[in-house]
């Protein structure tokens, strides 16, 4: 068992436990980066407060106040009971133009926009003939309301123009909710207006953080947005159908139809499902950073484990096919160095952007684990070799962070290649023979002050 010990397979079993160890400390950097996460989430919200969230925006709705026969027992009287019904636009356009700039929270920077919205809407008079005939309630015409869904009111800044059927008109606060957004409104008296059409035109200014979503809430809807960010990501239920992109920023419109909803132009309030169907229904943009520092530290901890078996692979190699042996301890050194990598990384790309912090902290390690490799191997080239190697894994682990699209690609690929790398270089290795050894500084001490007497007893 103890000449076992000493073989080739022996070693490289020992050297795949000390990679497996090497997990715990790699755990605890993501552990470290989902931490980072949580306090940038918490510096999103901070600013949040301040200037408005994520926003949702819709058009004007109609929502008429109605007086329902309701039994309440058998042989019982019919009950009058108060509820409302909702009906959509005919057509409803929007013209949306954003200005983004970058707010600060600590170290954590989140980009913010201020969107000029112009919107119009109409309401077609044989539209509301036909759901007030169709209806089975009896409509309060009297008191209606267009309100207007904004995801946070914090964010309105300023209504630069409201006008029903040309008339200027004032928006109220409502506790009233359309789903699950709170709404401002404008008294309406359907009564008086003789069954004409309802035009209107809203002009705003709302503000938000990251994210602006729209809502079709017209029978056709047009969209039209622009805005200095020049990595838009187009999120909801509808992708534009246009879109351009250039140094300046993007532009997109889109066209919808009621047909491309799960709701109908006209709903009671005794619809459950309205809620759900109407948010997901929400589509717009996302201000996407390319640069996020933790999602590209998250890519490159998922390749630490490989990594870090790479490395130990190069130097095992070095020690067979030198006749060289390095300690296990030694390789946990290596290995301590290797996940050192990423809290290094971590720590400075959140002040000098990703590239320059792994280009620095990649060069630390490969100088320190090359220095080592030179003092354990006794060989000055072999140390460089080494170093080499490490610094030609990074540059891969470089590229397959960068490569978001064609990353398992690429990492099936360089895999396939170093497996068989190793498999070339190994094939002539005896994996019963015993582990060579060179003697070190201490050994070669001993030797020369002349051999153990044990030894000398023996011979």
Request: proline share 5%; charged share 15%; net charge neutral.
């Amino acid at each position: 068992m103890a000449a076992w010990t000493q073989t080739v397979t022996a070693k490289v079993l020992g050297i795949g436990v000390l990679a497996l160890l090497m997990t715990i400390p790699l755990m605890q950097v993501n552990g470290l980066v989902q931490e980072r996460q949580q306090l940038r989430e918490t510096a999103v919200t901070q600013i949040a407060q301040g200037w408005g969230g994520d926003q949702v925006l819709g058009g004007p709705v109609l929502v008429v106040p109605t007086m329902r026969q309701v039994g309440v027992a058998e042989n019982q009287p019919y009950q009058l009971r108060a509820g409302s019904e909702s009906m959509l636009a005919d057509t409803l356009k929007m013209d949306v133009a954003m200005s983004v700039q970058t707010r600060s929270y600590g170290i954590y920077s989140v980009p913010v926009f201020v969107s000029t919205v112009k919107l119009s809407a109409q309401f077609r008079a044989q539209d509301l003939a036909r759901f007030r005939h169709g209806s089975s309630a009896s409509w309060q015409g009297g008191k209606a309301e267009l309100r207007l869904p904004i995801g946070d009111l914090r964010g309105l800044r300023e209504i630069t123009d409201l006008r029903i059927n040309g008339r200027p008109a004032r928006f109220d606060s409502s506790a009233e909710r359309l789903g699950p957004w709170p709404n401002v409104v404008v008294p309406i008296d359907l009564d008086a207006l003789a069954d004409q059409s309802i035009d209107v035109e809203i002009g705003l200014e709302l503000a938000g953080t990251e994210s602006l979503q729209l809502l079709p809430l017209a029978r056709s809807t047009d969209v039209n947005m622009r805005a200095p960010w020049r990595d838009p990501s187009f999120v909801g239920a509808a992708l534009p159908l246009e879109h351009q992109l250039d140094t300046h920023g993007f532009s997109a419109h889109w066209h919808l139809l009621d047909l491309n909803r799960s709701y109908g132009q006209h709903w009671s309030d005794t619809d459950d499902g309205m809620k759900p169907a109407l948010q997901a229904s929400s589509f717009g943009v996302q201000l996407y950073q390319p640069v996020d520092v933790y999602q590209r530290n998250v890519r490159a901890g998922k390749y630490g484990l490989l990594f870090i078996a790479m490395t130990f692979v190069a130097f095992f190699l070095f020690e067979v096919l030198r006749r060289l042996r390095v300690h296990p301890v030694q390789y946990l050194l290596v290995g301590t160095a290797l996940a050192t990598f990423y809290v290094v990384l971590l720590a400075l790309s959140e002040q000098i952007g990703f590239g320059a912090a792994y280009a620095l902290a990649a060069s630390a390690v490969v100088l320190i684990v090359g220095g080592y490799a030179m003092a354990v191997l006794r060989a000055r080239r072999a140390g460089m070799l080494l170093g080499g190697v490490l610094g030609l894994i990074y540059a891969m682990l470089y590229g397959l962070i960068a490569a978001e699209q064609y990353a398992l690609l690429i990492g099936a690929l360089v895999l396939l290649v170093m497996v068989a790398l190793m498999m070339y270089l190994t094939r002539r290795i005896d994996w019963y023979a015993y582990v060579p050894m060179t003697p070190g500084p201490t050994t070669a001490a001993a030797a020369s002050s002349g051999p153990p007497a044990a030894i000398m007893e023996r011979s």
